[in-house]
């Protein structure tokens, strides 16, 4: 199992950026894919930006703002959000796949103001 823990939401200025860190414990060796999903209200969970060996894909929507990373000595993945829009306003998720699992943070709030 993998417990996942995010840090770093908050308010911020359209246009302005935030760091998303996601620390995991437990069988991380384990992990194949590391990722993060939002989910704003009223609509699906959808993918934002993953990590799966050495490639990284993004959402078409973040592409060019948002880089995700993963740090192995600290056991964490980050996601750095530049040039935010209201529209990227939404909780985030902190995703990790052991097959045939998938482990879910407990989410932190994004709020992007006009």
């Known amino acids: 199992q993998v417990q996942l823990v995010e840090f770093g939401g908050g308010l911020v200025q359209g246009g302005g950026s935030l760091r998303l860190s996601c620390a995991a414990s437990?069988?991380?060796?384990?992990?194949?894919?590391m990722g993060w999903y939002r989910e704003a209200p009223g609509k699906p969970r959808e993918l934002v930006a993953l990590?799966?060996?050495?490639?990284?894909n993004y959402a078409d929507s973040v592409k060019g703002r948002f880089a995700i990373s993963r740090d192995y000595a600290k056991n964490t993945v980050y996601l750095q959000m530049n040039s935010l829009k209201p529209e990227d306003t939404a909780v985030y998720y902190c995703?990790?796949?052991?097959?045939?699992?998938?482990?879910w943070g407990q989410g932190t709030q994004v709020t992007v103001s006009s």
């Open positions: 995703h990790a796949r052991i097959p045939p699992d998938d482990y």
């Open positions: 437990g069988s991380i060796l384990s992990i194949t894919v």
């Open positions: 990590m799966h060996g050495g490639s990284t």
